[in-house]
């Protein structure tokens, strides 16, 4: 199992109402539980990695287009939806549905933007700015961490 992946479904159960995970991929098992504020991470592995292994830079891979972040200085009128979860990005409901959103369109606070899909649920992203869409960030069905910009929005 990924190192990085254990420290995403760390974020996920963060991030989430969900109070315990347990996950086993062969020998290696993984329980993850959140009691308050406080958060153990349980790991028991049979065949032991060197910490060489464990720590080993993993390669890093762009999601999407140009995932740019903006200057709140040069345009105050832009405003960068960010992604709430770790997760998978989906611009429709279904693949065969249309998107929600298209650049050049109008949202206003609370109209549903896009999905990302953490561990199995659908978590519906609302726009928490009224305005014209002017870039989508992400490509669909792409990997999307915490806090990564998914839309800039024109503020009306």
């Known amino acids: 199992m990924d190192y990085n992946l254990i420290k995403k479904l760390v974020k996920v159960i963060e991030q989430s109402e969900v109070t315990e995970l347990s996950v086993q991929e062969g020998d290696l098992k993984i329980k993850i539980s959140k009691n308050g504020k406080q958060q153990v991470v349980n790991t028991v592995v049979s065949q032991p990695m060197s910490a060489q292994q464990m720590y080993a830079p993993q390669p890093t891979q762009e999601v999407g287009g140009s995932a740019e972040t903006v200057d709140d200085n040069s345009n105050p009128k832009l405003h960068e939806v960010l992604s709430p979860i770790v997760g998978t990005f989906y611009r429709s409901p279904s693949p065969k549905a249309d998107s929600y959103v298209q650049v050049g369109d109008n949202v206003s606070e609370g109209s549903v933007m896009c999905i990302v899909e953490a561990m199995k649920l659908m978590n519906e992203i609302e726009a928490d ?28």
Do not use: D, H, M, R
């Not at 870039?135 to 024109?154: M, R």
């Open 129 to 156: 700015a009224g305005g014209k869409i002017v870039k989508i960030l992400v490509e669909n069905a792409t990997a999307v961490e915490y806090n990564q910009p998914l839309f800039l929005i024109e503020k009306s």
